[in-house]
Every structure is written in structure tokens, then in C-alpha cells.
């Protein structure tokens, strides 16, 4: 890497002239900040504003601490999304890895007293296994992603089916209750997970934009080919970032029992979790054709949801309508961005 | 010339030489024992026609694809590689003819693409400031004035190519190969790419390069090699060059080479006329006519707003103002396909992207013009009228193919552009519009090509070119429209058309006339 | 017990999905009652709550020739032509918990009486938040037919016996624990005078008292519905669900193989009386059997029921 | 350059010859797959009507999945396919019930209102530039909650008998009108495809939208008239279920979506568009509802089922890579590259 340069004896500035020339001072309004979260962040604030306005309670600190807590497992597997979107692949599996890990860690809790050290460690396997078996199916026997993690969902819807025997979980040990409805102290109400996705946010914003490992999902994701030249160990990257998904996922697993104390079979996938994740991994600003992505827009995005969908009840839309304003501000969401986006 | 540099205390000289290479796919026997020998401190120069394996034998040369067999030694010593990579770390880089950036990620990042500097003891995180520093010197070695932060999309292809030179030197790598680097650029680039190449060579870097253009090659080159049908069929240090030569022994038989014509069958029946085209930020008021039985030519820079323009009269981009008028009739409101059945056409010129179907056959791209007219009944295709129409195709314009159902990824560069000819002129227009028509085709089919353009103008079909090609512009046109910065900026016509008066028409407005002078 | 059971019979149980905890009660029951019977009992269902897959399970039962299928349907009309089809096959056809239309089956084994119903989950609320409750209804979807029917019968005996209270907001948790738990803080959050909720529905029973408890209005809204004791035992011991109605599942279980042994027999009369073991005798009116009166669950009985 | 310059309007076997290797093996394996439960699974063959009707229960898949072919033929995707059946049926179900008018009326006014939901879906997505897989997702949402909202909480059924025909009804008692549609459809599709016109240019923009606009294609108009096609077909396979079942539920499309996409790739259609045949789809409808109906009938539940399924689609693909010589991670490149970006030279 320490590569000698020509010696600068030979330098000759400003032979280009003439040449249209991406110029040194394009640099400012093209580097462009992060306009997508801002967006988002805005919209999401009118939103609360404009309903909070007619509707107090809306505006009410508990219903803000919930429209929160309500985003939280969306945005992790968004999150995870955004690295697998971010490398071109797309990732359906993390509904049923988010079910198998609430389901086996639930009826261990329930039945047999698991500690949450253990969940977490169970969760990460189960995250860690899945995730990997999808890369590699990717990367290895070069399956294109959206085919090879719809086998793999039915493949790990089924092994919720095998495991739970069609049992479900009804409720959680104290220690999992507080770690999905708890607040980090009383002096800081701040809830639990929310701190739990706000460690994982900057994580995934940290590994996505200052660690080689995140610049070669880029890369990938831009040229898979070029990588693959420069030497990116296309693979292992890709490997890497369905691991991640796959851990992801299953943490949002743990997360999701914890919150709501259950876990069915169609945990997840009864949701279409996998379907709603990609959407917001998108609202977000990552692009479907991958290269780019956005950890913080993901995160936005799902909180621009769950405020979208609480704003719905409060201003007595009639409840058949509800997924079809999810729908439309899917839409909204993504073609504003688009048209910024567009040369 | 310091030929010798032991910048890294090591004798690395980079002599780098490729013995008895050879390589098949499937039955094709592509390279048939080649032996050649890169010098360091020398700019060694491929040619060949079409499909000869220039191209191959660099993509084995740099670990892009693996030979059946043959050897590989860098000063003396055997070395191996499995993929581009691990060639570099031998030190060798080839700038591929469409330099393969990231769009999304910026320029500096993109020239450090797989090997991110790091910093941070606990964790390992890139170090940007260093990272934007050395993409910073690297460009300003060369000369470049491009701003590292920018997203690599921003950049035109001459930028993309020079940033890929960075890279080389960024990687350490003293072995460069450049397959058709000038294909894209217009003169003036191409001389810009010569000088970074010539200063390269001076250092003492090994340079090997690939090029159609006889008069570039002369240019630069310090030692030729011709391939023909996958062998070597003559390698020429500088003092033994030989224009008529070295074309022979590409084409593998006797080639006259033919000066500017005389004659000229332009009429005064204008068949396209363009007035006032117009649009925000690309170009304005852009006016001119072309005649029926002429060839008129569109010079200027990369960037000027051609392709553009013509796109535009296409409809394949929109305009805010003027007309557009095709033997009498307006079209600058008409789809692309209704212009088509007007009788223009426009062949592009990224032939990859936009030109052909290279997962289609050579039948199925030479009909794609105008599917329609292999219209059977019910809206069905006949579907051996579009093997004829194929066949016929392959036939006239010599395509080297092993029949019509070969899909066009397994044709070589200048084959495909064959094909793209064919299914344009296949719909006999009144008017074509030819985007650099005769990029990456190698000297045979070239003037094969030139001869058939001035048969179409013979029988008074209207003919734009647009070309970056001096020689070209010159060999072919009647009359010559320079653009600007998106106007049209001067016309030379008859003998008022030579290389200098034609560059010095649009770059004038440039202020660096000087450059041109070689 | 008089019951013939000197031939082997082929019984399957076929649930609106596999994986609920309803479900699996019946399938306890069921299957203590296939042993006795001399059933060989197949439990076996969609993986999703879903009509087609019930349909697809129905088609192969019918081609391994079962005696009889039990089933609770995901939809009563489009179960229909397939369940026709097995009659039309000899195959005993019998319905519980949630019914499907009249001529494609033998005989419905409906869980209680409706109206009972209706009337249990409103005095759950309205012996609690009051006669002036402001309640919430929380359901599956807007078009789940045993639900609709004890909405239709609470509102029924609301409106006759409690006029006063009112219903504001009807909001649907699609039987998923997650979306009812949001729909269950959303209608808490945005209707701040609720004091009751009912939730017909195990999903959404346990996403209402959930959201209650997180809101930290235990004692100030009461929630009552349908599930099974072992989802809401926690709720009914912290007070938040002080009553809750349901039925023996597991009993019910039982009277499905007895119905499904005595109509291969042809040992049961569409209309009349019948004796089933130990659970005592029913009777059949139209094909129609009710099991039993609503069991109403309570912190004082809860612990005896384990499912 | 001459020599090979003699060649032959004659063409060997081109890619979308009827029957190529992959469709070849899918075939051979079908027929494997009948032969062995046939003779293994007591029940399979009921005598033959009655095997024929097994059919019944898979074909409205196959309708979708020929027209989600058509959509992802041009490289896109079509996730509303489930809403839209559903939304469909229930349109007609409530024509019929609501305002009297006859049923078949109903049924072709369901299969237009398909028709236009897909118009919807192409319309956002050529004109407002929205990936097809996010606005197809977006509409999905939508087209769900109005079939909620037409259908109420007591969506119609019962419809007439002459009606339920078209779902479970034989001609000359023996051969299933549904596969007598399917039959018709898929000749129409394969015509479509292949020989027709308009099936080329889907083809072309499947490859290389550019290189079709630069041919004069009007993109958006074929790419538009793709998801009407699909639209048209959810719609048709909505009213086929909705006779099926007589009786229609807003959800009763959820299960087309994944299925038909496990169809239309275990079919040989490239997800990247451009690739692919009809009779590799009609073959992958067979194949994997016969296994389906057979694994059911030999006693293995839905959700063993399911997972088979997942299974054989992955190791499908995978031995597919292998097979056309390109495991590892070359195949990736060329699958994964739009046509511009590959390096020709
Ligand atoms: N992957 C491949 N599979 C089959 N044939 C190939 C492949 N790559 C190249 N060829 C064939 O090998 C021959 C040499 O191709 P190559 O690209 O090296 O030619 P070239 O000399 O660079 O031609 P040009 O000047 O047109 O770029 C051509 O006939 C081409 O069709
Ligand atoms: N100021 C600029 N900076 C960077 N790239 C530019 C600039 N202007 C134009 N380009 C790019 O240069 C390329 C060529 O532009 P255009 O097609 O308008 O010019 P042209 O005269 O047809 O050039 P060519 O000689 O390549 O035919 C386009 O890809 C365009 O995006
Ligand atoms: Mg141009
Ligand atoms: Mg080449």
C-alpha cells in the first residue's frame, strides 16, 4: 500500500482546462448531507405537531414513549435490511428468524427458567446460523437473493413448526419484561430498548460508514465486479452483511418477546415483518439497487411509521383503512425521495 | 528515460513477458501460443483486428482470466495469479476500457477501493483525512484537477480512465496495461491521456496499450505487436514501424489506405433541419441542415452536448424549444418509434448500453429496430424472415459470428458494432444519425464501414457523424458543425476541412489551442 | 357408555391453523377421547390461517379416506364446496368452535350459546368499570364470524340491559399479539375516557391487557374477552382481566371425537339426544350442539384450568 | 474476417426454443414425481377424473404465476398480485350480490377492475419512477384494505351453481374446466411471449431497458401493459378461486404471492427479467403443485410441505447454476450485471 508516487518533479497543474471537469468546488453541493433523515425527522415532527395539536394526548409523553418503543423491532431488522439492500441483495428471511428466535427463547424462559444472558447467547446463534446460511447460499452457489431467502423462509418458517410443536408463548420472566417495558433508571426514563436500537443505530451507522467492512458492502453493492478487482473479498462480505441481518433479526426476536411477552408461529411472518422491513430500509434512503444506504433513515423511517399509524387511530380514520395509509405513505415516502434522487 | 527504478529498495524493473499464452472457450480457440515481451520504460502497443484477442490476451495478462496454458514471468520471475487483485500485488493493473467505478461513493473512496487506510488502536476505522490526502496527491501527480469528494458518477469517462491511472499508481503497480483506452475521447483527451502516459513511461513504468487509430499508435507506441486470429504474427521496436505494413499484416492482406475523398454527392434538398433546438443547461439554439446524399459532421469536445443534441432529435431526451423537420415533416413531437417509421435513425454511441442487446442473438438485435417489420400476422413475429434478415446482415457487413443465433456477448467489440450498423441500415432510413460509428472497430472494418456510409450517401440518404476522430471527420465529411459548451460554435465545408482548422474551430473557444498542435 | 367401538375409525382434527394455543387444547381433549374411542386421530392443519389450506388439508384427508373430519373453520362459506365434497364421500363432517355453512356438515359443536356469550364478557365489564362504561372493542379482523356474532350479541345485551354504556371505538389486532398489542395502547392513548375493553379474541385479549398494564391503568380499565387461561393468567392475577369467559377447551375436545365416533356409527340424530361418556348428555337441534355454558374465568378458579 | 461469414439463415436451438434443458429436466422430473406417487401414495389416483381434478387445487397459482412471468419477464416484480385476486373477487361477489347483475357480468367486470388495479401498479411505477417491488408492495397494502372495506364483516358466497362450475366443474365430467382455462391461458402466454411482438420487446426491455428505448420502444407503455397483463390474470385467478370456494374473502389471495414467485423461478424466469420461458412455468405449476397435492395425500403436513418446497427451490437454482457451468462466483457477475456494465471487450 505504500505506494510510491510519481516524483512530483513532473507535476503539472491545471493541464485540464477545456475538459469539462468535475471541479473542486462542485465538492460542497454535491457531498450531500444527509437529506433523507432530515426529511424524515421533519415530517415525522410536523406529523406530531399537526395531530398533537388537535389531539393532546397525542402529543402526551407516554403516547411518544410508546410510538417510540412500537418502532423499535421494525427498526432493527431494517437496519439489518439496509445492510443486506445495501450489497444488491434483499433479505425475506429475517420474518422467521425473528419468530424462531422469539419462539425458542420464549418456551426456554417459560418452560425452563433461561436466563436472558442465555437468550441473548441462543439468539445470536440463531441469528448467527440463519444469516450465515442465507450468505452463503448467496455468495457460494450465487442463488440471487430474493430466491434464496424466500426458500429460506419457509425453510425457517418451518423450523418454528418443528421446534414449538404449534405451542405458544404466553408470557416472559420478569428479568425479559424489563428489558422490553423498562426504563434505564428513574432519574433517566429513558426505555430500555430504545437504548438497545439506539446502540445498535450507531453500531450499524459505524460499521456501514467508517469500517472497511461496511465500504466493501458499499463497493459491492456499486460494482461487484470492480470489488471483486480490487480486491474485496466479495464473499466474505457478503457473507457477512446476511450475518448481520440474520443477528439482527433474531435480536429483534428477543426484542419482540420481551415486548410483548408472546411468540406464535406466525410471529413475524403473520405481519409480513419481512415485506414491512424492506420498505422502511427504503423509505430510509437505501437503494434498492444497492450502494447506497442509511442506518439512520432506516431507523426514521419505521419511527415515521409507527407515528403515521398511531396518527391514523387518533384522528378516527376507520380501522379498514389503516394498511392502506401504511401503503399510501410507503408510497409518498419512497417517490419524494426518488424524484431528489433523479438526475 | 530512467529506464531502472529501485523506489522500493528492490531490483524491480518490471519486465514483464507472457510466453506460449493460450486460451479457448469451449471449441473457439481465442489465443493460439502467444509470447510477447512488455518493456519497461516503453509503451509496447497491441493491434489487430477485430476479435484477434488483444483484448484476451490483457485480461490473462492481468488475472482477469485465467489461461489453459502459457507462462507468466516478471523479471525473470514466475508469477501467477487468480484474479485482478492478486495481480496487482504483483504490480500490474489494467485500466479496462470502461473503467469499472463505484457511481454511489466518491472519488477518493472509489481509488481505494479495497484497501480502505485504517486507523484507531481498539477499533479499526477508515481514516478519511489520510484516505481524501493521498487520492488528493495521487490526481495531482497526473495533473488532474478533480475533486476527491465528489460521487464518482459525476465523472466523464476520460476523468474515469485517469482516475483509474491513480489507482495503478496508488497500487504500487508498475505494470499498466490499457485495453482501447482512447476509444471514448476525443483528440484533445486522448492527448491529455498521452501525456500521463508518456510521463508514466518516462518513470519507468511498463506500458502496454491497445488502440485501433494507426496514427495514435505510431504516435505513442515505442514497440508494436499485431495479432491476427489469436497468434502474433509481428513484434516492431519504434525505428522499424511501418504504417503499410503493420495494416497488412492485421488485415492479413494488401491495405491501401484512402486520403480525403474528392467527390461529393450532397444535394441542396434538405432532409433534416434543425432550428433553434434548445434545452435548459445542455444546449441552445441549435441550428443547422443536412441534405440529402450528405454526410455532415458534429465535431467538438467530450461534454460538448452531441449526443445530446442528436438524442434529442430522437426524442430520446426532451427539448424546451426549436423544431425539428424530417423531409418536410416536423418530428420534434414525435416518439422514437414514429421517427424511426419517418425514416431517421440514430445508432448510439455506448454500444454496450444502449446499442445492442448483448444477452439477445445477432438475428433478434439486427430486427430490434423495428420488430414490427417482421410482423407475420396477429401481431406475431415471423420468425424466418428474422433469420434472413439476420443472415443477410451477417453477410453484408462481414460480422465474424459462428451463425445468427449467436448471442452478442460472444462477439468481440468491433462485431457487435457490425451488428448495430446492420440493424439500423437494415430499415433503409432517409436520414442517419451515427454516434462515433466506428468505436473499437478495428482498421479493416473501419474503412469497410466508411465505405459503406459514403454508399449510403451516394444513394441520398442524409448522414450525420458524429465523431471524436479527427481522421475521421476529416476522411468522411462534406461540411462540419463544431459545438460548444452546447452551440454550434463554426462550419468548415470542402477544403476548408483539415484536422487543425476543425479543432482549432471549437477549441478556440476552449483557449488552448496549443494543445492540439501534435 | 354404549358406544360401538369395535370398528377402528379414522378421525382427523383440522384447526383453523396449527400453532394456537386454542387449538391445542381441543387437541388435548381429543385426543384423551380418541384412545377411549378406538379413533386413530390425526391433528393436522395450515400453516397460516387460511381457507386454501384447510381446503388443501380437507383433499388429502378425503384421499386417504377418513372416517370423519373435525374442524374449525377459517371461513364458513369457502371451506364449503371441499367439506360437500367429503360428505358426498361417506365422510362424517363435524364442526366446532367456529361453523361453517349448514349443508356441509353433519353436525356443529358450537362452543356456547351466543347470546350467553354476549352477555358474559358485558357483565365482566360492567360489573367493574360500571354501567356507564366507555368500551373499546378490540376483534381479529372485521370479518371473523364467531366474533362477529358475540359483537353482535353483546351489543345486543348492552344495549337492552346497560343503555348507558357505550361503545367508542371498534379497532381490529388481525389476531397477530404484536398489531393487537399496538391497536390495544393506541385505543388507550387515543380514547383516554375508556374503562373497558373487550377483546374477543386470544390475541387480542392478551394484546389489551398488555397495553393496559404497560399504560399503567391497571384497576382504571378493565379488560375481559376470549382466550385460553394459560395466555391470560398473569392479567387476571394482577387484576386487569377480573372476568373472563370461555368454555372447557379441552372437555370440548373430548365431545368432538364422541360426536365425530357416534355420527360414524350413525349412532346420533340431527335433532335429539345424545350421552357422551363422562361429559354427560347433549342434545342435537338442527345438527347443532351446544357444549356448555360460558366458563368464566377468575383469579379463584383460573389455576384449575391448564391450557 | 471472412470464412465464417457463410452462414445459414438455418438456427440451431435458441433460447427460447420451446422445451431447452431446463425445461427439459423439470418435465422429466414431473413425470418421475407422478409415476412414484401414483404408484406409492394409496389415494393419489382416484381413477382419472379424479386425478385430474387434484389439479383444481394448483391452478389458480398458475394463472398468476403467467402473468407475474409477463412482469418479471421485464424485470420487475409484482407483490399486489394476492390483494389484487382478492379485491377483484370481492368486486364481483359484491356486483352480484349487491346490485343484482349477473354473475359471469360480475365475474368479467372482476377481471377488469384486475386489469386496472395492474394499471395502477404501472402507472406508478413508469410515471412516478418507484421501484416496482416497493410500489407494488405499497399498492398491495391498498388494494387489501379496500376489499376489507367493499367486503364488510359478511362478504358474499353462495353464487350459482353454474358459477362454481368454472371452479369445480368438468367437462364431460372429466376434464376440469380450470385446466381447460389454464390450458388456453398458457398457449395464449406462450404465443405471447414467443412469437409475438409485443412479447419481444418485453423480452428486450428485460435485458436492457436502455438499449430498448434507444430501439424505439415505448418503455413505459409495455412495461405498464406487463402489470395490466398481471393485474388481469390475479383477476382472473381470483374469480376461479371465488368459484372455486363460492364465496370470497378480502385475504383469500395471501397465498398466491410466495407460491407463484416459487413458481415463475423455479420455472427457469431470471428474476433479472429478459430470461425465461412459459413452458418452463407451466411445467414448474405442475410440478410443484403435484407435489404438493401429493405430499398432502401421502400424509405429510402443510408445513413439511411448505418447507419441501422452499428446499427443492433452492437446490433448483443452485444445481441450475451448477449446470450451466458457472458455480462460484462468476454466474453471480453475469446474473447480477444489467447488461451495460459488463465488459464486452
Ligand atoms: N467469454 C467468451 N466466450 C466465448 N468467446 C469469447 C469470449 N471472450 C472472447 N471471446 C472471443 O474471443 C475472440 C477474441 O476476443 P477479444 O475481445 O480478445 O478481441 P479483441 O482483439 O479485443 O477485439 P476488439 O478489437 O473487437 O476489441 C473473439 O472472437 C471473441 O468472440
Ligand atoms: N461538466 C461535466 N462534468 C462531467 N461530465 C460531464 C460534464 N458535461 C458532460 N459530461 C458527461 O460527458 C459525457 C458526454 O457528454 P455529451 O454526450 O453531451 O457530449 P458529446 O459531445 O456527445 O461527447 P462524445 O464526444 O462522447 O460524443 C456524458 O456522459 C456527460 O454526462
Ligand atoms: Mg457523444
Ligand atoms: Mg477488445
Redesign the pocket.
Known sequence: MNAPLLSQSVTQPGALQGVPVVQRSRVAASAGRDVRSIALAAVTIATVLLVGAFNHGFMSLQNLHFMLLNCVVLSLLALGQTLVIATRGIDLSVAPVLGLTAMVTGLMAQGGGLPLAGAFGIALAIGLVLGTINGLLVAKLAIPPIITTLGTYSLYSGLIFLYSNGTQVDSVPHAYATLGNGVVSDVLPLPIPVLVLAVVLLLVWFVLGHTRFGRAILAIGNNQAAAYNAGIPVTATQVGAYTASGVLAALAGLMFLSYTGSATVTTGTGDHMELQSIAVALIGGTAIAGGRGNALGAVLGALFLSVILTALVFVHVPPIWYSAGEGLMILVAVTAGAKRVAR | MSRQSSERGQAVTGHYRASDITKS?GS?S?LRGISVSLEPGRIHTMM?E???????LFKVMSGIVRPNTGRLTLDDRSIAFASPHEAHAHGIYLVPQEPALMPELSVAETMFVGQLPTTGKLVRRVDWTTMKMRARAALDTLGLDIAVDAPARLLSIAQQQQVECAKALLRGCRVILFD?PTSPLTTHEVQHLFATMRRLRDEGYTLAFIS?RMDEVLEISDDISV?RDGVLVDSVRHEQFDRTRLLSQMVGREMRTIPRRSWSCATDQPALTVSNLGRAGTFSDVSFTLHRGEILGLAGLVGAGRTEIAEAIFALRPHDSGTVTLNGEMISDLPTDEIIRKGLVYAPEDRARHGAILQMTIAENVTSGLIERVRHRLGLMDRADEDRIGADTVQRYRV?CAGTDQTLR?????NQQKVVFGKWMGLSPTVAILDEPTR?V?VGAKEEIYELIESLAKDGIAILVISSEMEELVRLCDRIVSVYEGRIVAELSGDAITPERVARSYLSHAGDVQDIAA | ADIDTSKRIKVAMVPKLVGLSVFKANQQGAETAAKALNIDFLYTGPVTASAQGQVDVFNSLIARRFNAITTTSNNPTQLAPALRRARKQGIKVVSYDSDVAADARDFFIQNTDYAAFGKALVESVAKYAGPTAKVAILSSTPDATIQNEWINALKKYMTATYPKMQIVTTQYGQSSPSQSLTAGLNILQANADVTGIIAPDGAAEVGAAAAVEKLGRTGKVFVTGCSDPNAIRQYVKSGIIKESPLWDEVKEGELVMYVARLAVNNAIQRNGDFTAGDLGSFTAKDGVIVFSEPLIFNAANIDQYQF | MTGANEVTAARGKTSRFPLGTWERSLLLLLLFLTVGLIAGVPGFYPGFAGFLALSENFLPFGLVALGLTTVILTGGIDLSVGATAGLSAIVMAELWSGLHISIWLAALVGVIAGGLLGLVNGLIITRLRTEPLIATLATSFIYGSIATALAGDTPPSGFPDSFNRLGTGAFGDIVPFQILLFAVAALLFSLLISRSIFGRKIIMIGYNVEAARYSGIRVDRIVTSAYVISGVMAGLAGIVLAAYYSAVRPDMGDLLLLSTITIVVLGGVSIFGGDGTISGVVIAVLLLGVLRQGMLIAGFSDMVTTMLTGAILLAAIAIKNVFAGRGGFLPMLLARFRPGTVSS?
Open positions: 472457450y473457439v481465442v489487430g477485430n476479435g484477434a484477442g488483444k483484448s484476451t482501447e485501433h495479432l465474424r460472444q462477439l468481440s467489440g468491433g473499437g478495428d | 471487450n
